[in-house]
């Protein structure tokens, strides 16, 4: 990446922004906490691919997942559990289809 | 009042996560500051210093704010006073009661937000260090709290509260 940006923002600045805020709050937080930031982490990822036309629908779906199912942390942890086992489920799959290509 | 409509409204209270597109009076926030204004305090110091934040500054604080998940118009950056409350109050104020009282005075905010139907959410996570640079805190402002507050997009289902029994002890 050039130095030389006419001082605009890089496009994963924002996400440093939220991704260092959560390693320091996650030092003094609730375990659980962790996983959940790592996938608004994923969430905003796919924002910057929607943004930067990166995305597809496959990463679509794969966002409105973790918006329907992340709060389940705040009140049902079993569910939260099974959800991510969902989610890596599915990323799973996905890779075996790039193998498969 | 009838009897009967504050248990109502602390019943109805919920955490908002999703908001509308659509600005809050000032009127309202007006009414919202004014509940926070009536809270108790301990020596009644009333030591907390509410920031109200929308526009550029709220999406910068927003990056550096791990459970502001949502997009409120507003919010309310809940400071501490520490000077005004270890002159006053000592210690203790300082450390202990000034943060429990800024928790009371953002109750009775909630709450009212609740009785005209707006949404709130109390925000715990998010980087104090970051606010006070975006925000040019004074020294002796130290952000306890942050309070989304906006018109909610829809109202959640209440989660499971535990019962009473689990709760109270009973002395004689």
Redesign the interface.
Same mark, same amino acid.
């Given at each position: 990446m050039s130095d030389e940006n006419d001082g605009e923002k890089p496009i994963f600045f924002d996400l440093f922004c939220y991704m260092s805020s959560s390693a320091r709050a996650l030092v003094d937080e609730p375990k659980l906490y962790g996983p959940l930031r790592l996938l608004e982490t994923m969430e905003r990822i796919i924002d910057v691919m929607e943004t930067n036309e990166m995305s597809d629908e496959f990463y679509r779906e794969l966002k409105k997942k973790i918006e329907e199912n992340k709060y389940t942390v705040m009140h049902d942890e079993e569910r939260f559990i099974e959800f991510l086992d969902e989610i890596v489920k599915m990323l799973a799959k996905k890779e075996k289809e790039f193998l498969d290509q | 009042m009838v009897d009967g409509d504050l248990l109502k409204v602390i019943k109805e209270r919920r955490s908002i996560?999703d908001y509308k597109d659509e600005e809050i009076s000032k009127e309202s926030i007006k009414t919202l500051l004014e509940s926070a204004r009536w809270a108790p305090s301990g020596s009644n110091i009333q030591a907390w210093r509410i920031y109200v934040v929308k526009g550029d500054k709220l999406e910068s604080i927003k /990056? !550096? #704010? $791990?459970?502001l998940?949502s997009d409120p118009p507003i919010i309310f950056v809940m400071c501490a006073d520490i000077e005004e409350a270890e002159n006053k109050g000592g210690k203790l104020s300082k450390d202990v009661l000034t943060k429990m009282d800024i928790a009371i005075a953002a109750q009775n905010i909630c709450l009212q937000a609740s009785s005209i139907g707006l949404g709130t959410c109390y925000i715990g #996570? !998010?980087?104090k260090k970051?606010i006070r640079e975006i925000l040019e805190l004074p020294d002796h402002h130290v952000p306890e709290l942050i309070l989304t507050v906006g018109r909610p997009k829809k109202i959640p289902d209440p $989660? /499971?509260r535990k019962n009473l029994d689990e709760l109270t002890r009973w002395v004689e």
């Open positions: - | 996560r /990056k !550096f #704010s $791990p459970g998940l #996570s !998010f980087n970051a $989660p /499971k």
